[in-house]
C-alpha cells in the first residue's frame, strides 16, 4: 500500500547528521532569540541593568593601571598607560565574559535540550553572542578615553574587524570544547574560573606583550589571546606597539586547532546531550 | 495513504549506575578508572546494569492518523517520543520520517518567568523551529487561543498557572508540523481548556497531520486516536484500533497486584519519607488482591523515613483516579485533623468505612508534605481493582455505566 517513499529524516545510532548545515540555516532565528532573551533577563532582573556592562570593564582597567603602570613602571612609550589596558582589555574581557557564559550554557539551559530538538550548537554559540554586545558597548568606553586623552588611531584600525573576528572565532572554538566537557564532567565548572583567572595575567592584558623576553615570545604566541590582543592594540594604538607577525601566525594556527578540536568534539558529544545532562 | 513514520527495531539502552545518582561522570571517576588499569588492581566497580528502555519496537504511521501511546510508567512511552523528536538518540534501529516535526514534550519549555507574553511568544516559537515571519504572522491567532490579550505585556511569572499553560499549548498548536508529538500535557489545564486542546489537535490532524499522543487519560485518548500503540516495558504488546487497545490495556493493569513503590524513579520530594509499597486490606484484617465495593476496605502505606530528620507536621494525600484517568476524589490527613506528628512507624493506614466505588479499576496518586515541603510524590503509583458489592444491602446491583461513586441515600414519599 505504501509506494517507495522518500523520508527526509532518518534517524539511526551514531548516524552523523547529514541535514546539520540545513538544520542550523533553518534554526538561525533562535540565534538571535536566544541571545535576545539572555540580554532582556539580565537587564530585567538587575537595578542599574547596562551600566554594569560599564563599570565592570571600567574598574578593571583603573585597577590594572594602577598597578602595572604606576606601581611596575612597565613601559609605556609615551602612550598613556590606561590606553594600553584599556585596548587590551577589550578582547580579554569579551573572552573572558563569553567563555565563562558559554561553558555553562549548556547545562544552565538543560530540561532545553531534554525536551526540544534544536541544533545544539547554537546554545553555546548564542551566549558567546550576548558578550559581543557587551563588547561593542566597551569600544564606546574605548572611544571616550581616546577623545580624552586626544589621541587619534592610526589607519592601522581598518585592520579591527579582522581581529574581532580573530577573537569571536577563538572564544567560539574553545566555548564549545568546554561546554561539551561541562556536560559530561562537571568538574568544569571549577577549572573555567581558574582558567580565566589565570588567563588574566598570562595574556598581555595589563602589559604589552614585548616585555616578555625575546626568546619566549614564540612560546608565548601559543596563547591565541596573544595574537588577538597584540593585534587590538596595534589597531587602536598604532605601529608604535610592536606587531609580531610570527606570533600572530602561531596565534592564528593555534586558534584554528582549537576550533576544529571544538567542534568535532561538540559535534560527537551532543548526541548523548540529553542522556546524560 | 502514505507511510510518514516508519520505526524498525528500534531498541535505547540505558546504562544505570548503582553508585551515585548522577547520569555524569566526574573527572575523579575517571582518572581513578584509568589509574586501576594501569595498576591492574581490580577494585570493586560500582555496578552497572543495562536496561532497555525500548526493546526492538517496529511499527508503521500512516499520514493523517492520530495514535495514542499508552503504557504503565516506565514502559518506554516518553523514551519513544524523545527518540521520535530527535532529543535521543537509539542504541539500534531506525525511524524514518517524512515531513517537518513538532514535539510538545513538556509545556512551555523555553518559557522565561521574566519575560513578558509576548516576548515568550516569539521565543518558544523560535526554540520549537517556526521562524520570526511565521510567528508574527501567526501572533494574533495564539494570543486568542491562549486569551491572554490583556496580560501580553505582563511577566508570564504573573501569570496564572493555567494561563501559562495555555499560552504555551496555543504556541505549540500553531506551529502546524506535517507530524505533531505530544506528551501528557493535557494533565494539566482545566477541563474547559483539555477540550479546546484536543479539539485544537483534532483540526490538526483532520487537515492531513499525523498525530502521535501519550497520555494516562484513557478517555483523551478514545476521544482524540483512532489508532493505539501499548507499550510494556519497552516492547510493543499490541497495535491496533484504540479501543481494543485500551480494553487490553485496562485488562492487563488488573493483574498487577503488587504495588510495589521501592524502584520507583519517577518521583518527587525531598525524601523526608519515601513510600515503598501499598497494601490492601479487608474488614477482618487480611491483606486482598481487591477491594470490595460497600466493605470496609484499609489501604496500608508502606513508607521509609529518613532516619536523620523528626517527621513531623506530616500531611499525606492519596488521589483516585478512574480507568479513564479522571480524578474522582482526593483524601487526606489534613481535612481530618490527623496530621501526624512525631512519625517513628513505618506505615500509615487509610481506612475506608465503606467503599463506595462501583467495580472497575482504579489508579491512585500518592503525596505527601513535610513543613509544606514536598517529602515525596508519586504520580499514577498503582491500581486497584473493585469487585461489585452490596452496597445498599438490597441485594442489588447499580446500573453499569452510570458513573463510579456509589452514595448512601434514601427515597421518602412526602
Given at each position: 500500500?505504501?509506494?517507495?517513499?522518500?523520508?527526509?529524516?532518518?534517524?539511526?545510532?551514531?548516524k552523523?547528521r547529514?541535514?546539520?548545515?540545513?538544520?542550523?540555516?533553518?534554526?538561525?532565528g533562535?540565534?538571535?532569540?536566544?541571545?535576545?532573551?539572555?540580554?532582556?533577563?539580565?537587564?530585567k532582573?538587575?537595578?542599574?541593568?547596562?551600566?554594569?556592562?560599564?563599570?565592570?570593564?571600567?574598574a578593571?582597567?583603573v585597577?590594572?593601571?594602577i598597578?602595572?603602570?604606576?606601581?611596575?613602571?612597565?613601559?609605556?612609550?609615551?602612550?598613556?598607560?590606561?590606553?594600553?589596558?584599556?585596548a587590551?582589555?577589550?578582547?580579554?574581557?569579551?573572552?573572558?565574559?563569553a567563555?565563562?557564559?558559554?561553558?555553562?550554557?549548556?547545562?544552565?539551559?538543560?530540561?532545553?535540550?531534554?525536551?526540544?530538538?534544536?541544533?545544539?550548537?547554537?546554545?553555546?554559540?548564542?551566549?558567546v553572542m550576548?558578550?559581543f554586545?557587551?563588547?561593542?558597548?566597551?569600544?564606546?568606553?574605548?572611544?571616550?578615553?581616546?577623545?580624552?586623552?586626544?589621541f587619534?588611531?592610526?589607519?592601522n584600525?581598518?585592520?579591527?574587524?579582522?581581529?574581532?573576528?580573530?577573537?569571536?572565532?577563538?572564544?567560539?572554538g574553545?566555548?564549545l570544547l568546554i561546554?561539551?566537557?561541562?556536560?559530561?564532567?562537571?568538574?568544569?565548572?571549577?577549572?573555567?574560573?581558574?582558567?580565566?583567572?589565570?588567563?588574566?595575567?598570562?595574556?598581555?592584558?595589563?602589559?604589552?606583550?614585548?616585555?616578555?623576553?625575546?626568546?619566549?615570545?614564540?612560546?608565548?604566541?601559543?596563547?591565541?589571546?596573544?595574537?588577538?590582543?597584540d593585534?587590538?592594540?596595534?589597531c587602536?594604538?598604532?605601529?608604535?606597539?610592536?606587531?609580531?607577525r610570527?606570533?600572530?601566525?602561531?596565534?592564528?594556527?593555534v586558534?584554528?586547532?582549537?576550533?576544529?578540536?571544538?567542534?568535532?568534539?561538540?559535534?560527537?558529544m551532543?548526541?548523548?546531550?540529553?542522556?546524560?545532562? | 495513504?502514505?507511510?510518514?513514520?516508519?520505526?524498525?527495531?528500534?531498541?535505547?539502552?540505558?546504562i544505570?549506575?548503582?553508585?551515585?545518582?548522577?547520569?555524569?561522570?566526574a573527572?575523579?571517576?575517571?582518572?581513578?578508572?584509568?589509574?586501576?588499569?594501569?595498576?591492574?588492581?581490580?577494585?570493586?566497580?560500582?555496578s552497572?546494569?543495562?536496561?532497555?528502555?525500548?526493546?526492538?519496537?517496529?511499527?508503521e504511521l500512516n499520514?493523517?492518523?492520530?495514535?495514542?501511546?499508552i503504557?504503565?510508567?516506565?514502559a518506554?512511552?516518553?523514551?519513544?517520543?524523545?527518540?521520535l523528536?530527535?532529543?535521543?538518540?537509539?542504541?539500534?534501529?531506525?525511524?524514518?520520517?517524512k515531513?517537518?516535526?513538532?514535539?510538545?514534550l513538556?509545556?512551555?519549555?523555553?518559557?522565561?518567568p521574566?519575560?513578558?507574553?509576548?516576548?515568550?511568544?516569539?521565543?518558544?516559537?523560535?526554540?520549537?523551529?517556526?521562524?520570526?515571519?511565521?510567528i508574527?504572522?501567526?501572533?494574533d491567532?495564539?494570543?486568542?487561543?491562549?486569551?491572554?490579550?490583556?496580560?501580553?505585556?505582563?511577566?508570564?511569572?504573573?501569570?496564572?498557572?493555567?494561563?501559562?499553560?495555555?499560552?504555551?499549548?496555543a504556541?505549540?498548536a500553531?506551529?502546524?508540523?506535517?507530524?505533531?508529538?505530544?506528551?501528557?500535557?493535557?494533565?494539566?489545564?482545566?477541563?474547559?481548556?483539555?477540550?479546546?486542546?484536543?479539539?485544537?489537535m483534532q483540526?490538526?490532524?483532520?487537515?492531513?497531520?499525523?498525530?502521535l499522543?501519550?497520555?494516562?487519560?484513557?478517555?483523551?485518548?478514545q476521544?482524540?486516536?483512532?489508532?493505539?500503540?501499548?507499550?510494556?516495558?519497552?516492547?510493543v504488546?499490541t497495535?491496533?484500533?484504540?479501543?481494543?487497545?485500551?480494553?487490553?490495556?485496562?485488562k492487563?493493569?488488573?493483574?498487577?497486584?503488587?504495588?510495589?513503590?521501592?524502584?520507583?524513579?519517577?518521583r518527587?520530594?525531598?525524601?523526608a519519607?519515601?513510600?515503598?509499597?501499598?497494601?490492601?486490606?479487608?474488614?477482618?484484617?487480611h491483606t486482598?488482591?481487591?477491594?470490595?465495593?460497600?466493605?470496609?476496605?484499609?489501604i496500608?502505606?508502606?513508607?521509609?523515613?529518613?532516619?536523620?530528620v523528626?517527621?513531623?507536621?506530616?500531611?499525606?494525600?492519596?488521589?483516585?483516579?478512574?480507568?479513564?484517568?479522571?480524578?474522582?476524589?482526593?483524601?487526606?490527613?489534613?481535612?481530618t485533623?490527623?496530621?501526624?506528628?512525631?512519625?517513628?512507624?513505618?506505615?500509615?493506614?487509610?481506612?475506608i468505612?465503606?467503599?463506595?466505588?462501583?467495580?472497575?479499576?482504579?489508579s491512585?496518586?500518592?503525596?505527601?508534605?513535610?513543613?509544606?515541603?514536598?517529602?515525596?510524590?508519586?504520580?499514577?503509583?498503582?491500581?486497584?481493582h473493585?469487585?461489585?458489592?452490596?452496597?445498599?444491602?438490597?441485594?442489588?446491583?447499580?446500573?453499569e455505566?452510570?458513573?463510579?461513586?456509589?452514595?448512601?441515600?434514601?427515597?421518602?414519599l412526602?
Amino acid at each position: 500500500m505504501s509506494l517507495p517513499n522518500n523520508f527526509d529524516i532518518v534517524i539511526e545510532p551514531n548516524k552523523r547528521r547529514s541535514n546539520f548545515w540545513k538544520d542550523l540555516w533553518n534554526y538561525r532565528g533562535l540565534f538571535y532569540f536566544l541571545s535576545w532573551r539572555d540580554i532582556l533577563v539580565r537587564y530585567k532582573q538587575t537595578a542599574i541593568g547596562i551600566l554594569w556592562s560599564v563599570i565592570r570593564p571600567l574598574a578593571t582597567m583603573v585597577v590594572f593601571t594602577i598597578i602595572f603602570g604606576k606601581v611596575a613602571h612597565l613601559p609605556s612609550d609615551g602612550i598613556p598607560y590606561i590606553l594600553i589596558v584599556s585596548a587590551g582589555m577589550l578582547p580579554w574581557q569579551f573572552f573572558a565574559n563569553a567563555f565563562s557564559e558559554a561553558s555553562n550554557s549548556l547545562i544552565a539551559n538543560s530540561s532545553m535540550l531534554s525536551k526540544v530538538y534544536f541544533p545544539r550548537i547554537i546554545v553555546p554559540i548564542s551566549s558567546v553572542m550576548v558578550s559581543f554586545i557587551d563588547l561593542l558597548i566597551s569600544f564606546v568606553i574605548m572611544a571616550v578615553l581616546l577623545a580624552w586623552y586626544h589621541f587619534i588611531p592610526s589607519i592601522n584600525l581598518i585592520f579591527l574587524p579582522l581581529f574581532i573576528a580573530l577573537a569571536v572565532f577563538v572564544t567560539i572554538g574553545l566555548s564549545l570544547l568546554i561546554s561539551a566537557l561541562n556536560v559530561k564532567y562537571r568538574d568544569f565548572r571549577y577549572i573555567v574560573p581558574f582558567i580565566v583567572q589565570f588567563g588574566l595575567y598570562i595574556s598581555p592584558v595589563g602589559f604589552k606583550s614585548s616585555v616578555i623576553p625575546e626568546k619566549l615570545r614564540l612560546l608565548y604566541s601559543l596563547n591565541p589571546m596573544v595574537g588577538v590582543i597584540d593585534g587590538f592594540r596595534w589597531c587602536i594604538l598604532g605601529s608604535t606597539i610592536e606587531f609580531n607577525r610570527l606570533g600572530f601566525c602561531i596565534s592564528i594556527l593555534v586558534s584554528i586547532l582549537i576550533f576544529i578540536i571544538g567542534f568535532y568534539y561538540f559535534r560527537k558529544m551532543e548526541r548523548t546531550f540529553a542522556d546524560i545532562i | 495513504m502514505a507511510v510518514v513514520i516508519r520505526v524498525e527495531n528500534l531498541t535505547k539502552k540505558y546504562i544505570l549506575r548503582h553508585e551515585g545518582s548522577n547520569s555524569y561522570e566526574a573527572l575523579r571517576e575517571v582518572i581513578a578508572g584509568s589509574f586501576q588499569k594501569v595498576v591492574k588492581k581490580e577494585i570493586q566497580r560500582p555496578s552497572k546494569e543495562e536496561f532497555l528502555a525500548l526493546n526492538n519496537v517496529s511499527f508503521e504511521l500512516n499520514q493523517g492518523e492520530r495514535v495514542g501511546i499508552i503504557g504503565r510508567n516506565g514502559a518506554g512511552k516518553s523514551t519513544l517520543l524523545k527518540v521520535l523528536s530527535r532529543i535521543t538518540e537509539p542504541s539500534s534501529g531506525r525511524v524514518s520520517m517524512k515531513g517537518r516535526i513538532a514535539s510538545l514534550l513538556e509545556v512551555g519549555t523555553g518559557f522565561h518567568p521574566e519575560l513578558t507574553g509576548r516576548e515568550n511568544i516569539f521565543l518558544n516559537g523560535s526554540i520549537l523551529g517556526m521562524a520570526k515571519r511565521e510567528i508574527q504572522l501567526k501572533f494574533d491567532e495564539i494570543v486568542a487561543f491562549a486569551e491572554v490579550e490583556q496580560f501580553l505585556d505582563t511577566p508570564v511569572k504573573r501569570y496564572s498557572s493555567g494561563m501559562y499553560v495555555r499560552l504555551a499549548f496555543a504556541v505549540a498548536a500553531h506551529l502546524e508540523p506535517e507530524i505533531l508529538i505530544v506528551d501528557e500535557v493535557l494533565a494539566v489545564g482545566d477541563a474547559e481548556f483539555q477540550k479546546k486542546c484536543l479539539g485544537k489537535m483534532q483540526d490538526v490532524s483532520s487537515s492531513g497531520r499525523t498525530i502521535l499522543f501519550v497520555s494516562h487519560n484513557m478517555a483523551a485518548i478514545q476521544n482524540l486516536c483512532d489508532k493505539a500503540i501499548y507499550l510494556k516495558k519497552g516492547e510493543v504488546q499490541t497495535i491496533g484500533k484504540s479501543e481494543e487497545v485500551i480494553a487490553t490495556y485496562l485488562k492487563s493493569t488488573a493483574e498487577v497486584q503488587n504495588i510495589n513503590l521501592a524502584d520507583r524513579k519517577d518521583r518527587s520530594g525531598n525524601g523526608a519519607i519515601r513510600f515503598q509499597s501499598v497494601e490492601l486490606l479487608d474488614d477482618s484484617g487480611h491483606t486482598v488482591q481487591s477491594l470490595q465495593c460497600g466493605k470496609k476496605a484499609v489501604i496500608r502505606i508502606h513508607f521509609e523515613r529518613n532516619q536523620n530528620v523528626v517527621i513531623n507536621n506530616l500531611h499525606v494525600a492519596i488521589g483516585i483516579d478512574n480507568d479513564f484517568g479522571q480524578r474522582i476524589t482526593q483524601m487526606n490527613n489534613e481535612v481530618t485533623n490527623q496530621i501526624f506528628n512525631n512519625v517513628q512507624s513505618n506505615s500509615f493506614d487509610l481506612v475506608i468505612d465503606v467503599l463506595p466505588l462501583k467495580n472497575g479499576i482504579y489508579s491512585f496518586v500518592l503525596y505527601s508534605t513535610m513543613n509544606n515541603e514536598i517529602a515525596d510524590w508519586i504520580q499514577n503509583a498503582g491500581t486497584f481493582h473493585v469487585e461489585s458489592g452490596d452496597f445498599y444491602h438490597t441485594g442489588k446491583l447499580p446500573p453499569e455505566g452510570q458513573g463510579s461513586v456509589l452514595i448512601r441515600y434514601s427515597f421518602n414519599l412526602k
